[in-house]
């Protein structure tokens, strides 16, 4: 296994010259995006217009219609960086999720009104009052106001009809009107740029925020006047606003800055858009299982892995899902006992020790490369902002990012590698809750400002 090992090892490393090298071509990515419409990085303007302050404060309702859940929370803002938050969850259905989109919408509203009918009844909401909402809606958007989004294209298994292309905001405040509900829709965020708000409202160095989850993006803050595809808006160049990237789309298409293995060539092309989403599916939680049961079965077909067991389980593709990674690489045992189970449990397959030692260590090189691009990312950012001497914080979500052992000590090894020691000034940190409590504080930002 030791030739074989060192063959991966040179497949999945990125040298620091490697690095910079991805970083320039990012920064460049990045810059188009924010030059024209429908580039390789979209770069969406989110009309989230500067930071918060950290004094904002009242109550807040937001919405978040997520992959799996619909979530309602009421959030005080204290001032002061400081906040609670109660909040109810329910279930999307399958059905739900395919149904026509206005009801889609007014099963929201009425899992909003019965929320409300509640905390009214606990005295969390005064009787007459009127809350303003900040709605959490992660899917494409085309949005030229903060109360105003329309839906370009469902993703994340969503297919409901009649919504693609309409205003989400006005069908969602039809939904309010039908069942009476007492709240104001104030504006329309996406996770990522609520986890930026949030993130700085809570520690004002943080300045980029990033998701590691089942798919990979940030977001920041920058200058009206470095957005020239906004210039015909008018707005004050000396002002600021979000930016939400959709950095996983970087070298979509092109596939010229990427390192891509032939495992990462098969997970694309048998992927339902392959091309697209290319930086995603190097590093984000949906794939990196699938990169490891790759290199598995392509040993299990050279005949170098389980002779005369059935392999069938391992062969399903999607059937290795990232958490293994994470367990294999901190089984504490010497005897790799975590691993024998994995395999034995999940795939019906016994393994040697030598062999769970190089499972082990391949989990590492698909785990670090995936680390590594991401500092790319966060480096293109920090570079094209300057934000290197001064240094700031990048608040970081996702449970990739919040369960993989190591992964924020590997993104900070490969952001020195990029930029030497001041590459220390760069610190991650687990992010605040962006779609409760960063749509709220957008909805307090944007009601202050009217
Ligand atoms: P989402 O991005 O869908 O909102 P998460 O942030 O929980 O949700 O990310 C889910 C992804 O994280 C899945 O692809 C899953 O394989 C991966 N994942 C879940 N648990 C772990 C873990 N312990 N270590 C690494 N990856 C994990």
């Known amino acids: ?34 030059a024209k419409p429908g580039q390789v990085v979209p770069m969406i303007p989110t009309f989230v217009l500067g930071w918060p302050t950290g004094q ?24 002061g960086g400081k906040f609670e938050i109660t909040q109810s969850k329910y279930r999307l259905t399958e059905e739900q999720k395919a149904e026509d989109g206005q009801a889609l919408l007014d099963f929201c509203g009425e899992c909003l009104k019965t929320f409300i009918d509640s905390s009214i009844e606990s005295g969390t909401i005064g009787k007459d009052e009127i809350l303003p909402l900040g709605f959490t809606f992660s899917y494409p958007c085309l ?41 104001e829709v104030v504006a ?12 700085h409202y809570v520690n004002s160095n943080t300045k980029i925020a990033c998701i590691f989850g089942t798919g990979c993006n940030a977001a920041y803050m920058e200058k009206i006047g470095n957005i020239p595809k906004l210039a015909h808006l008018g707005l004050d160049p000396k ?13 979509s298409f092109e596939h010229e800055h990427l390192p891509r293995t032939k495992y990462d060539i098969v997970i694309d092309e048998t992927s339902p858009k392959p091309g697209e989403q290319a930086f995603e599916k190097l590093i984000s939680g ?37 958490a293994f990674l994470s367990l294999m690489e901190s089984d504490p045992t010497d005897e790799l006992l975590m691993i024998i189970g994995i395999f034995s449990y999940f795939f019906a397959v016994e393994t040697t020790l030598a062999e769970r030692q190089f499972f082990r260590a ?17 480096a293109a950012i920090v570079s094209k902002m300057g934000y290197l001497e001064k240094g700031c914080s990048v608040g970081a979500d996702g449970s990739l990012y919040n369960k993989y052992p190591g992964f924020a000590d590997r993104v900070h090894e490969g952001l020195r590698d990029i930029f030497g020691e001041k590459g220390r000034n760069i610190v991650t940190y687990h992010a605040e809750d962006g779609s409760g409590i960063g749509s709220a504080i957008v909805a307090a930002m944007t009601k202050q400002r009217k």
């Open 56 to 79: 904002e404060s009242g109550n807040y309702l937001a919405v978040d219609l997520g992959g799996t859940n619909l979530r309602v929370c009421l959030v005080s803002l204290e001032g």
């Open 239 to 251: 002002g600021e606003m979000a930016i939400n990237c959709e950095w996983g789309a970087f070298d």
């Open 286 to 322: 949906r794939y990196l299982g699938e990169i490891l049961r790759l290199i598995i079965c392509e040993l299990i077909d050279e005949g170098l892995l389980f002779l005369g067991q059935n392999t069938y389980k391992i062969e399903i593709p999607y059937s290795f899902d990232t």
């Open 362 to 378: 391949l989990a590492k090189l698909v785990g670090r490369r995936a680390a590594r691009l991401s500092s790319c990312g966060i």
């Open 1 to 34: 296994m030791a030739d074989h090992l060192r063959k991966f090892e040179s497949l999945f490393t990125l040298t620091p010259q490697r690095m910079r090298m991805i970083v320039e071509a990012f920064k460049e990515s990045l810059e188009l995006g924010l």
């Open 188 to 199: 329309l965020t996406c996770d990522t740029t609520g986890t930026l708000i949030a993130s």
């Open 143 to 183: 949005q030229n106001k903060i109360d105003h989004g329309e839906l370009i294209r469902w993703t994340k298994g969503f297919s409901a009809p009649n919504i693609e292309g309409r205003d989400v905001v006005d069908m969602f405040r039809q939904s309010l009107a039908k069942y009476s509900v007492p709240a």
